[in-house]
């Protein structure tokens, strides 16, 4: 199901899961590579307390649901 406020035709933006860590080089913010598991511990960390900094959410392709960025 997706917010229809973050809809778009060609991509649309959700909240991180667990399962993103794998296509974390598409979202994570850096201008140095993270591996998938620093991704899952930073994931993790984000998930513990949600409203403590800002939120990272995934850009996903409407067609084929691929992660493609992060915002």
Do not use: C, K, Q
Not at 25 to 31: E, G, H, Y
Not at 51 to 58: D, G, N
Request: hydrophobic content about 45%.
């Amino acid at each position: 199901m997706r917010a229809v406020y973050l809809s778009g035709p060609t991509v649309y933006l959700r909240a991180l899961t667990e399962e993103d860590a794998a296509t974390a080089a598409a979202w994570f913010d850096s201008p140095f590579p993270i591996n998938a598991s620093r991704a899952a511990e930073f994931l993790r960390e984000e998930h513990r307390e949600p409203w403590s900094r800002r939120r990272t959410l995934a850009m996903v392709r409407a067609e084929g649901d691929e992660v493609v960025g992060g915002v």
